[in-house]
């Protein structure tokens, strides 16, 4: 995928996203929110004679309130289905209506379609609730990429998963082996042996672990990560304790000094060049240029109103964006320029002094990510959306705001 492509698809994604948490937040009185799954192969003749059929049946709702806001929906379903040929796009569609709940006993009735989702549909769906099913679509916009990992000594071992951007522990033993010095009243041969016994069963036990975690989803997994220090993790691979499956996927194996929890972030940080094309080691680089720039060079550059306005100058090179931003902006006219604001989205528009004295007035309210991808795609930058499922993707949203961005020259703004 080219650099270009990679970009519509995170926008896709992301604009996907936002409708999706504006669909969980509403709500219907009973059983009153349609929603419509439909597959790229699914026939729109067909889709339209099943809706029919449904609002035929919703005669029969006892409910007068929720028949009618049933049947309103429904008829709303078919209006947007006329714009379609005989099949719909290429991923298929999925359309939301019904009546949602606005406060003081009121409705507003909400129809949203969402055309081309990030994978194809897999079959048709028809459900009607006091939510829409969105369960579907955030399956498709989970992070992709499932690698297993492993580290271990003799003393412990941790085994979990790398989830696209997300490293998860799952479970972790300790072992039984001896020190190197042998006790009192034990031959040195008897010794060695009981411990290399010890060693063997840990081995086995960690082994265990691990297949009865990855062989399940060995369908589905990438590559196996092993860590721990030598000759550790070396005994381990090359005494072939995993299931052969699973040793077939070991992608390699890394020196670590940790061998709990802490130490699957540390194999994933150390299996760089394994892991190039996840989507972690994606965003860990984008960081790791920020923070080098913001440390040791002069061309980063953070937070709302500065990244702003080196976007406008077309000085910044790629601009960083919080996976997490969830921020409005609003522009203020103050006579002879705009002010800007960077609000929260669930908060109500704030009252504003220009800095001339003028009276502001409210010229338009945007969402955050859209506003500055926007100059972005105006000025040939690169956006790209970070993660917060690791240390400086969670500092980017709590330290610098969530924008960020690194530039092509100084600009001292």
């Not at 009153?32 to 099943?50: F, G, N, R, W």
């Not at 589905?220 to 092993?226: A, F, K, N, R």
Request: proline share 4%.
């Amino acid at each position: 995928m080219s650099e270009q492509e990679g970009e519509q698809s995170d926008r896709k994604k992301y604009e996907f996203r936002k409708v999706i948490e504006d669909l969980r937040d509403y709500e219907g009185s009973g059983t009153q929110l349609v929603t419509i799954y439909i597959p790229p192969e699914k026939q729109i003749s067909d889709v339209v004679a099943h809706v029919t059929q449904e609002h035929s049946e919703a005669s029969n709702i006892k409910s007068k309130q929720t028949r009618t806001n049933v049947q309103d929906a429904l008829t709303s379903i078919k209006d947007r289905l006329r714009y379609y040929d005989t099949f719909p796009p290429e991923n298929g569609l999925v359309i939301f209506s019904g009546a949602i709940d606005s406060g003081g006993g009121r409705t507003d009735m909400v129809t949203k379609v969402l055309e081309d989702p990030p994978q194809p549909i897999e079959s048709f769906r028809y459900h009607c609730d006091s939510a829409f099913l969105t369960e579907p679509l955030e399956m498709m916009l989970a992070d992709k990429g499932l690698y297993g990992l492993v580290v271990l000594d003799r003393r412990e071992a941790n085994v979990g998963w790398l989830r696209g951007k997300r490293v998860e522990p799952v479970k972790s033993a300790s072992s039984l082996v001896p020190g190197k010095q042998r006790k009192g009243g034990q031959s040195a041969q008897r010794f060695a042996r009981l411990r290399l016994e010890a060693i063997d069963n840990f081995y086995q036990e960690v082994a265990e672990m691990a297949n009865d975690l990855f062989v399940p989803e060995r369908g589905d997994i990438d590559g196996i990560l092993v860590g721990g220090p030598s000759p550790t993790k070396d005994e381990f691979l090359d005494g072939d304790y995993l299931h052969h499956e699973i040793q077939q996927k070991v992608l390699g194996k890394f020196d670590v000094s940790y061998t709990d929890e802490s130490g699957l972030y540390d194999l994933v940080d150390n299996a760089e060049d394994a892991l190039a094309d996840a989507e972690v080691m994606k965003d860990k680089n984008e960081m790791e240029t920020f923070f080098k720039q913001l440390h040791e060079g002069d061309r980063a550059t953070y937070g709302f109103e500065p990244t702003r306005k080196n976007l406008v100058m077309g000085s910044v090179d790629r601009l960083l964006l919080s996976e997490d931003l969830r921020k409005d902006v609003v522009v203020y006219d103050c006579g002879d320029k705009e002010e800007f604001e960077f609000v929260d989205r669930r908060k109500s528009t704030p009252e504003h002094t220009c800095e001339n004295g003028a009276e502001a007035e409210v010229q338009e309210r945007e969402d955050a990510i859209e506003f500055l991808m926007n100059i972005a795609d105006q000025r040939g930058t690169e956006t790209k959306f970070i993660s917060t499922d690791f240390e400086k993707g969670e500092q980017l949203l709590s330290a610098f705001g969530g924008v960020a961005g690194i530039l092509r020259y100084s600009t001292g703004v």
